[in-house]
């Protein structure tokens, strides 16, 4: 039976492209590639943020960093500064862009307003129906949203959604302080959950605030624009603004595992596979590793032979869902957990934790930052999520 195409991927999102790109980048000669997705353009519907902690090969999308970030809680601030690990804020659409120069090849085929309906595989090939054609392949890469069921299959199971709504504005006044990010600031409003609002500070006159949760449920769509509204006008005594662009977000911060092998040719990659870390939500670098490490297999000739890398270590993922089990149990103490975090941790030490790269002695010193007994205790009673195999 002739294949139409050696790799299909489903998605051309971040982590879909970021793929593409490693297979194009590291083989030679780069295999035959077939990226499908529904939509026509690639505008600019998101921002990533992330520490320069691991290369990628989008560092010169990359349009502006800070050595400083700030978090805030009961009036109190504290500061971190690393002028080597810096916070680095890449657009999409520069994203979008770079990544498509880098794929205008003759073996990568662009399906775009073509939606994927079913994957299938044999032992030999594996089939993608889309809602205009059937193409086979040898492996398919999917990072379509996921579709979870209802409620975790296990009860225990913790799912807290990470939901913003962010508003890039310009100011006529100068009201921003462009050295240093506003990572967090939870000196808002704490009635609905965990909340609080984040300032990436372009100049004196521009910056994206988002208005952030980690709670079960979202909110209704104005209560978003009211919140960045009153903040606006409270921090910084904005009334009025140009706005630039705005965005909108929800990613799960989930103990349960996602589906990863959905196949022995079919693979999950992005949200999908579980890219995004399971306490922050933060997704562009684990993506990127992931893609890396996926077409370095492929480089190896071990596609199939060996099992596909793992997102995170066993100790980050017990980590992050004792964590988790923590937040959910005693939303009241997270602005304070955070806060600690940040004050009792070197840059290094946390933003090697945050970034799932931090070492044994990095884990614990983040360990020792936290309350002793409380986590004592949760880890023992949260044992049901993190004492299993994935
Ligand atoms: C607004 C926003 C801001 C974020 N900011 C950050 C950040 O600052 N830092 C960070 O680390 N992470 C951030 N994230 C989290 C994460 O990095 C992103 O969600 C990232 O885009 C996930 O990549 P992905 O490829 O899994 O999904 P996406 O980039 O969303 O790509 C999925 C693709 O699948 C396509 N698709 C849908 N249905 C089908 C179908 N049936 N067939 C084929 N294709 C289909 C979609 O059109 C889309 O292009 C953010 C997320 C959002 C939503």
């Given at each position: 039976?002739?294949?139409d195409?050696?790799?299909?991927?489903?998605?051309?999102g971040?982590?879909?492209?970021?793929?593409?790109?490693?297979?194009?980048?590291?083989?030679?000669?780069?295999?035959?590639?077939?990226?499908?997705?529904?939509?026509?353009?690639?505008?600019?519907?998101?921002?990533?943020?992330f520490w320069?902690?691991?290369?990628?090969?989008?560092?010169?999308?990359v349009?502006?960093?800070w050595?400083?970030?700030?978090?805030?809680?009961?009036?109190?601030?504290v500061?971190?500064?690393d002028?080597?690990?810096?916070?680095?804020?890449?657009?999409?659409?520069?994203?979008?862009?770079?990544?498509?120069?880098?794929?205008?090849?003759?073996?990568?085929?662009?399906?775009?307003?073509?939606?994927?309906?079913?994957?299938?595989?044999?032992?030999?090939?594996?089939e993608?129906h889309?809602?205009?054609q059937?193409?086979?392949?040898?492996?398919?890469?999917?990072?379509?949203?996921?579709d979870?069921?209802?409620?975790?299959?296990?009860?225990?199971?913790?799912?807290?959604?990470?939901?913003?709504?962010?508003?890039?504005?310009?100011?006529?006044?100068?009201?921003?302080?462009?050295t240093?990010?506003?990572?967090?600031?939870?000196?808002?409003?704490?009635?609905?959950?965990?909340?609080?609002?984040?300032?990436?500070?372009?100049?004196?006159?521009?910056?994206?605030?988002?208005?952030?949760?980690?709670?079960?449920?979202?909110?209704?769509?104005?209560?978003?624009?009211?919140?960045?509204?009153?903040?606006?006008?409270?921090?910084?005594?904005?009334?009025?603004?140009?706005?630039?662009?705005?965005e909108?977000?929800?990613?799960?911060m989930?103990?349960?595992?996602?589906?990863?092998?959905?196949?022995?040719?079919?693979?999950?990659i992005?949200?999908?596979?579980?890219?995004?870390k399971?306490?922050?939500?933060?997704?562009?670098?684990?993506?990127q590793?992931?893609a890396?490490?996926?077409a370095?297999?492929?480089?190896?000739?071990?596609?199939?032979?060996?099992?596909?890398?793992?997102?995170?270590?066993?100790?980050?993922?017990?980590?992050?869902?004792?964590?988790?089990?923590?937040?959910a149990?005693?939303?009241?103490?997270?602005?304070?957990?955070?806060?600690?975090?940040?004050?009792?941790?070197?840059?290094?030490?946390?933003?090697?934790?945050?970034?799932?790269?931090?070492?044994?002695?990095?884990?614990?010193?983040?360990?020792?930052?936290?309350p002793?007994?409380?986590?004592?205790?949760?880890?023992?009673?949260?044992?049901?999520?993190?004492?299993?195999?994935s």
């Open positions: 039976m002739p294949l195409t050696e790799i299909i991927i489903l998605g051309a971040c982590a879909g492209l970021s793929l593409a790109v490693q297979f194009q980048q590291q083989l030679d000669p780069p295999p035959t590639l077939t990226i499908i997705d529904p939509k026509t353009s690639f505008p600019r519907d998101r921002t990533w943020c320069d902690v691991h290369p990628h090969p989008f560092r010169h999308s349009r502006h960093t050595d400083r970030w700030s978090v805030h809680q009961s009036g109190e601030v500061v971190q500064k002028s080597q690990m810096r916070y680095q804020y890449l657009p999409s659409d520069a994203f979008y862009e770079d990544a498509r120069a880098i794929l205008d090849h003759p073996n990568v085929t662009f399906l775009m307003g073509e939606t994927a309906t079913d994957v299938k595989e044999t032992e030999t090939y594996a993608v889309t809602d205009k059937t193409l086979r392949c040898k492996w398919v890469f999917d990072s379509r949203p996921p979870l069921p209802a409620t975790p299959n296990n009860p225990k199971d913790i799912r807290i959604l990470q939901h913003f709504k962010g508003i890039h504005i310009k100011t006529q006044q100068e009201v921003f302080d462009p240093c990010v506003r990572l967090m600031d939870f000196d808002v409003d704490q009635s609905h959950g965990i909340h609080f609002l984040y300032v990436l500070p372009f100049s004196k006159t521009e910056a994206l605030l988002e208005a952030t949760f980690f709670t079960p449920q979202l909110l209704e769509k104005d209560a978003y624009d009211v919140i960045l509204k009153q903040y606006a006008e409270k921090e910084f005594g904005l009334t009025q603004w140009e706005l630039i662009h705005e909108f977000g929800i990613i799960p989930f103990t349960e595992p996602f589906s990863r092998e959905i196949g022995k040719r079919i693979v999950g992005g949200t999908r596979g579980g890219a995004p399971p306490s922050t939500g933060y997704a562009f670098l684990p993506i590793q992931d890396e490490q996926i370095k297999i492929f480089k190896e000739g071990a596609q199939g032979k060996r099992d596909w890398p793992a997102l995170r270590t066993k100790r980050n993922t017990f980590l992050d869902r004792v964590f988790l089990s923590y937040i149990r005693h939303p009241d103490k997270a602005p304070g957990i955070f806060f600690r975090l940040f004050k009792k941790t070197t840059p290094q030490t946390l933003l090697r934790f945050l970034s799932d790269t931090g070492t044994l002695a990095d884990d614990l010193r983040i360990m020792t930052a936290m002793k007994w409380p986590l004592i205790l949760e880890t023992l009673l949260s044992h049901q999520i993190w004492w299993r195999h």
